[in-house]
Nanobody, 124 residues
Framework: QVQLVESGGGLVQAGGSLRLSCAASGLSFSSYGMGWFRQAPGKEREFVAAINWSGGTTAYVDSVKGRFTISRDNTKNTVYLQMHSLNPEDTAVYYC?????????????????WGQGTQVTISS
């Protein structure tokens, strides 16, 4: 079955950086776009970034543009989220997702597979 395993979260000070990883198995990874979402306490899960199957096309929510970079390594079945200039508003559980129909979108309802999430906490 499909498994997505996130890692790399932690506690950092405002202005710091983190790199999240999501290792995928049980699917033809290089055929799938992938997405990163996050969920803060009391809020809905929101789109953060997406990448197409080849890595040639990416998309970001406005609040992270210029600070976060999504990338992938199809030889390692892994998608990454490099995060810089972190601020307390970035505090959330970060999830990677694989869509039901190969195309990664901004809509969480299009995703059929999720990891367990990794906590990112930014202190001020």
């Amino acid at each position: 079955q499909v498994q997505l395993v996130e890692s790399g979260g932690g506690l950092v000070q405002a202005g710091g950086s983190l790199r999240l990883s999501c290792a995928a198995s049980g699917l033809s990874f290089s055929s799938y776009g992938m997405g990163w979402f996050r969920q803060a306490p009391g809020k809905e899960r929101e789109f953060v970034a997406a990448i197409n199957w080849s890595g040639g096309t990416t998309a970001y929510v406005d609040s992270v543009k210029g600070r976060f970079t999504i990338s992938r390594d199809n030889t390692k079945n892994t998608v990454y989220l490099q995060m810089h200039s972190l601020n307390p508003e970035d505090t959330a559980v970060y999830y990677c997702g694989a869509p039901r129909r190969y195309i990664a979108t901004r809509n969480r309802d299009d995703y059929g597979y999720w990891g367990q999430g990794t906590q990112v906490t930014i202190s001020s």
